[in-house]
């Protein structure tokens, strides 16, 4: 069965940063293309970033590009997005799934950027 673990989130000021991890298990990200996505309270799904698995190309929305930056270890399975520089504006739960089934994503872990 496919799953992740999404963990890292927490309650920063705007300016700090913050790592979250994403633990895959039931496939490789060696080989899938992954997506952080985020959603806050009455809002869709939003995507963040993708991690091409085969041309480690990364891509970024524009309201996040230059403060966050995508990484992974494929022995430990796991993904990362490393924020900096965060804003109230981030503030959401965020989830990563495997770019063709955003269903798989996992329960999420909430980042709160608050003064």
């Known amino acids: 069965e496919e799953q992740v673990v999404e963990s890292g989130g927490g309650l920063v000021q705007p300016g700090e940063s913050l790592r979250l991890s994403c633990t895959a298990s039931?496939?490789?990200?060696?080989?899938?293309?992954m997506v952080w996505l985020r959603q806050t309270p009455g809002k869709g799904l939003e995507w963040v970033s993708t991690?091409?698995?085969?041309?480690?190309?990364?891509s970024y929305s524009n309201s996040v590009k230059g403060r966050f930056t995508l990484s992974r270890d494929t022995a430990k399975n796991t993904l990362y997005l490393q924020m900096d520089s965060l804003e109230i504006e981030d503030t959401a739960v965020y989830y990563c799934?495997?770019?063709?089934?955003?269903?798989?994503r996992g329960q999420g872990t909430q980042v709160t950027v608050s003064s």
């Open positions: 799934a495997p770019a063709s089934r955003w269903s798989t």
């Open positions: 039931g496939f490789s990200i060696r080989d899938t293309d």
């Open positions: 991690f091409r698995a085969r041309s480690l190309d990364k």
